[in-house]
């Protein structure tokens, strides 16, 4: 009796092992995950945030590994509290045409709890190669991702938008925070 309780214990131990070890697919929680953008321009910085961005990471919780990693955000959703200058912004990325903005990492350098993700960015109806700079905290069944990148408005081919005829910043700066949570 004894020998087949342990042998039982045994194979369930090494069976949620095994399942602790596998890579998993996860989505990041809505409640808990913003991407937020600021423009520059000589008189004044915008930002706009959008709770309706997608994160999904392939990691391995074992190992506190990020395997992949890819992104998605409706750029309609984005929300600086000003609906004139949220609707201009949309004119002037050309929302209708091109309403999504998508990133999909290509390799991924794990140095500590630092990430450099390469990837390619579609934004605009034009695909860049970037690299995201993420920093990455395990908190037992939980990851917690912070990073972000630039991006040129120009390479993007989007015209910079001016007041008083002075052109913004060329570069957006984006800025990303994500939780991941799994049983």
Known sequence: MKKSLLWAFSLITAACMAAVAQP???EAMKDSSVV????V???HEIEAKSKEVIYRVRINPAERQVLS???EVDVTTFDSGNSNRDSHAMEVIDAITYPDAVFTGTSITQQGDSLHVAGKLTFHGVTKEI???LRQEWNGN????????DVSLTAFKIERPSLLMIPVE???HFSLAAVFAWQ
């Open 69 to 71: 990693v890819a992104a």
């Open 41 to 43: 321009h000589p008189l």
């Open 170 to 172: 060329d570069n957006l």
């Open 24 to 26: 998993r697919q996860v």
């Open 131 to 133: 690299v995201v700079v």
């Open 36 to 39: 937020t953008y600021r423009m």
């Open 142 to 149: 939980t990851l917690h991702v912070t990073g972000g990148w």
